[in-house]
């Protein structure tokens, strides 16, 4: 497959164009791993609805029941579910554990933990395990 990238100041907005007779499941991939998902997350934070783009949330966790959001220097709550925001947010998060997500672009580290988990520290200072369920698949990720 023949790839050009055209960078120009007027050109604000990404743009993808792709030219083919037919379709193959390499164009597929590339159809897949270019959506992006532009929608909106409505949160609260005290007694204030914030609108958060996926790019500003960092890491989604189950705490005592609730739903709560994690960006670079604050907290939001959600009335979602885990399963919901999975799917809302996409490819750049993965599930690792029963109780949290989190956004692969802002990995910093990652440690061994106990009894064969994996320690993942985000940039902005967060930490959580990766549980055994999902090891395999964030092994995968990481090329291990």
């Known amino acids: 497959m023949k790839v050009s990238v055209e960078l120009s100041p007027e050109h604000r907005i990404p743009y993808a164009v792709i030219y083919t007779d037919h379709m193959t499941e390499e164009i597929q991939q590339v159809l897949e791993g270019l959506q992006v998902n532009d929608m909106p997350i409505i949160a609260w934070q ?29 907290q939001y709550c959600s009335r979602k579910r ?9 490819k750049q998060f993965m599930q690792i554990s029963k109780s949290a997500l989190v956004n692969l672009s802002y990995l910093d580290s990652v440690e061994s933990g106990f009894s ?8 902005n200072g967060c930490k959580e395990y990766v549980s055994r369920k999902y090891l395999p698949e964030f092994k995968t990720y990481l090329g291990l």
């Open 116 to 123: 064969g988990t994996l320690l993942l520290k985000l940039r």
């Open 46 to 74: 005290k007694d204030r609805m914030v609108i958060l783009q996926p790019t500003e949330i960092y890491m989604v966790r189950i705490e005592n029941g609730e739903t709560i959001l994690y960006g670079k220097t604050e």
């Open 82 to 90: 885990l399963y919901e925001l999975s799917a809302q947010l996409g």
